[in-house]
């Protein structure tokens, strides 16, 4: 009989049979494993152990945090190669890329275990005479977390974490597509010394034990990454709930890239097919707007479609694939119709967008890079989340920051200029939360805030010492001398 991998509740691993089957998207014959589907109960249970075991975890010392942080960090790290290869086989993108986000999570563990050690207050003079007054920060109390699936093992990483760190008890509900590394990553943190109940996994589905979390009177506070149309029913769930909750909410993105008649051609090549299609376009940074100055357009979709010609798109799990397959049905289906949107449109299909036969069975797409396209047009307006980009021609540097700007996202943007001129202008005034010259629009750094404006984020930043904004609530105490 196949194990069954089941939800950590209270410290100990728990679950009925009602289990689904975790299937790898470059041969869909092959199972990764089967993994519980939490109900409403187990929901209910994980996060009374969150609150039984929130008296003493939010009160354990920094060094007791430290430790376990540490240690998991050092697991993660010590088996990236392990990770990174389930990774790979439940999400799709290349083993490189698999191996690269396992060790990002064991990055982000060793960071924490440092910021347990700096959280520091205030003392400050009062304006009145005998009074002191000291500015602490305190755990929030119990967070429930909610994760998409191209992130398997970075997202809960860079939510759990800070959570621990700064002394909350935890309950997260990952995507049920990929509940294999989420799984992994708490099994290495139960391990690592955590007191029962501190952290709490229950997989299953958004619409169950996603909603139940975010209906829970217990839970003070919702970290959410996904869609934007779930993000929007997230927020309202936490608003509407008796005691409202604290929300943070990472969401979709239309990222641009704009690149200027100065810019470095290859390098911007480069810059643009790896922001656009790398882990097969299915990251919420991923640069699908390309916006190009017309004097080198033409000379840049020629050298585009060259690069992209030569891309191996197959299993992800085999030494030399560049890109490996959607996700699932569900998202191949969604960039079919975006590339039938385009078309339609009277966008011209400069390269890509056939399915494609591999040795086995996957969801294997060739990038679609579309031209002559408006910033007006749907492709350009709507997340499509894969490997299908499109590129908008403008007359100069004004048109181009204006159509980066004419969007209802603002999560990441990007420019490829030699012009400090204009490298300037553009960081200043994007409207992004993340701004990149000469860098691919994806690809961050695990030790700074990570986020952005308009329809991408809600609430306070992710990640690096800007955590603490979410995952502490501040109290200002008053005292007689
Ligand atoms: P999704 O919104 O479909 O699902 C996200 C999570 O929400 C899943 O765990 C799902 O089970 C859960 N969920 C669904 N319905 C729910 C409900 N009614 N109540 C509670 N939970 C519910 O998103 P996805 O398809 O998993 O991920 C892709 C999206 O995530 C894209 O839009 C992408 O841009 C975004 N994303 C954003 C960031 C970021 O940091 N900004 C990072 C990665 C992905």
Redesign the pocket.
Known sequence: MTEIFKNLIGGEWAGGANASRNINPSNTNDVVGEYTQGSVEDLNNAVAAAKAAFPAWSRSTPQERYEILKKASDEILARKDELGRLLSREEGKTLPEGIGEATRAGQIFAFFAGECLRLAGEAIPSVRPGVGVEITREPVGIVGM??????PIA?PAWKIAPALAYGNCVVI?????VPGSAWALVDIIQRAGLPKGALNLVMG???VV??A??EHKDVHAIS????????R??AA?CIAGNPMKKVQL????KNPLVVLDDADLKLAVETAVNGAFFSTGQ??TASSRIIVTQGIHDRFVEAAVERLKGLVVDDALKAGTHIGPVVDQSQLDQDLKYIAIAKDEGANLAWGGELLNRETPGFYLQPALFTETTNSMRISRE?V?GPVANIVRVKDYEEALAAANDTEFG?SSGICTTSLKYASHFKRNSEAGMVMVNLPTAGVDYHVP???RKG??YGPR?QGAYAKEFYTTVKTAYTLA
């Open positions: 909610i994760t998409p699936w191209n992130f997202i509900k990952p995507a049920d597509l589905r958004g619409s996603g909603q979390l975010l959410f990454t996904g869609s934007v149309n779930t993000g029913k997230v769930a990472e969401m979709g993105g990251r919420c997340e989340f999560l990570f986020g952005g991408s984020s992710e």
